[in-house]
């Protein structure tokens, strides 16, 4: 009975270990007019518009130069009309991110480079890891914004590896930075419903990180947004009213103030903010603490927090100040979000609708399975 089993065992094993690698082989060796296809029915369907086609498509790498996704981005009649992330990183789908509108940083980035340099490469480690490759042979953080060597960014990766290896089972991320042969959902898919908070639209509605400095105080400038749209979208007067915003005579200057109060009361230094900070750069911007039937409160949904949380958030038209990071670890890069909406494909893939400060149109980013940390507090104003 024992070999039986040890026996049936090894069959099965050998059975598991061969179906992962055809199923990894079949992913990883789609043809790119098959990957083209996907990634255009997706947005097409999604739009409602079929004249829609592929501008850009462009192959991105790890540190080992095995191809980690696709960066497309999409036109109609000449205008641009949204990019997509696909991602060999993460289970489920592999839409992980994509936008309605503009190009995405990295193509702005991409483009603003090549008026001066041909860029050599993309380098894609996981969820916000993006790395131009120069001539000089260094890449370009595109949302740290700094100068980093492949090796840098090897030590990052493995470090990550690591701690998401030793976390719980079932945690989110847990299967990132390796290639997710065998567990990818190619099937056809499109966004079927979707949902963003009231009076909430695009352009003036939001600011921008580089309007309140070089860049980088995602954190600051999320809280901004929130209470922005707040004071001047759902007219409370306890933001409006504010003296030091008040004393102000363009809309500019009054996220100026905004910014600039929320800025010091969260500690900001240079391109840095503690997390535990986050509610503190409220309490002092209101000058009192969050209190049920004050002036503010807030609610923190944690990480784990299931999708239904966020949504009803977001039914109450509140908007969610968000944090994803690109690891589990203490030190793990981060950014502050906006989320103002929802929505969910076809095949059940739940997404997140946010503006992260680098452009004023917002961009979908996957909900589960993606980034290692996800979290938030959803903000309300009297």
């Given amino acids: 009975m024992k070999k039986v089993l040890s026996l049936l065992i090894s069959l099965t094993l050998v059975f598991m270990m061969c179906a992962s690698v055809s199923a990894n082989s079949s992913n990883q060796e789609m ?55 696909l991602s060999l990183l993460t289970s489920g789908s592999p839409v992980v991110e994509f936008s309605f509108n503009g190009k995405g940083a990295l193509m702005d980035e991409i483009e603003k480079r090549e008026r001066n340099e041909e860029v050599q490469s993309i380098l894609y480690t996981g969820p916000d890891s993006l790395f131009i490759q120069k001539e000089n042979g260094m890449y370009y953080a595109l949302y740290e914004n700094t100068e980093v060597s492949k090796q840098q960014i090897a030590t990052a990766v493995l470090k990550g590896r690591s701690e998401l290896e030793s976390a719980p089972s079932g945690k989110a991320g847990s299967r990132l930075i390796t290639i997710a042969g065998g567990i990818l959902d190619w099937n056809e898919a499109s966004i079927s419903t979707y949902y963003k908070i009231d009076s909430f639209g695009y352009g003036t509605d939001y600011w921008l990180m580089d309007q309140f400095s070089t860049g980088g105080v995602c954190y600051p400038t999320a809280a901004t947004n929130i209470l922005w749209y707040w004071g001047f979208h759902r007219n409370r007067t306890s933001i409006s009213n504010k003296s030091f915003v008040q004393s102000q005579t363009t809309n500019f200057g009054k996220a100026q103030a905004i910014f600039n109060e929320l800025s010091n009361d969260m500690g900001t230094i240079y391109f840095f903010t503690v997390d535990t900070n986050i509610i503190q750069g409220f309490e002092g911007f209101f000058g009192v603490p969050a209190q049920s039937g004050g002036v503010w409160n807030y609610l923190k949904l944690n990480n784990g927090a299931t999708y239904q949380s966020y949504k009803d958030a977001l039914n109450n038209n509140c908007p969610i100040f968000l944090v994803v990071k690109t690891g589990t670890f203490f030190w793990s890069e981060g950014h502050g979000m906006y989320n103002f909406g929802y929505a969910s494909s ?37």
């Fill in 31 to 85: 043809s790119e007019e098959t990957i083209r296809q996907y990634a255009l029915d997706f947005m097409r369907k999604s739009q409602e518009k079929a004249n829609l086609e592929i501008s850009d498509y462009i192959v991105m790498y790890g540190i080992n130069d095995e191809q980690t996704g696709y960066y497309i981005t999409f036109s109609e009649n000449n205008k641009e009309s949204g990019y997509m992330i």
């Fill in 346 to 382: 076809t095949s059940g893939t739940d997404y997140l609708f946010v503006m992260d400060g680098w452009n004023n149109y917002g961009r979908f980013v996957k909900f589960s399975g993606y980034y290692p940390v996800l979290w938030g507090y959803k903000i309300w104003v009297q």
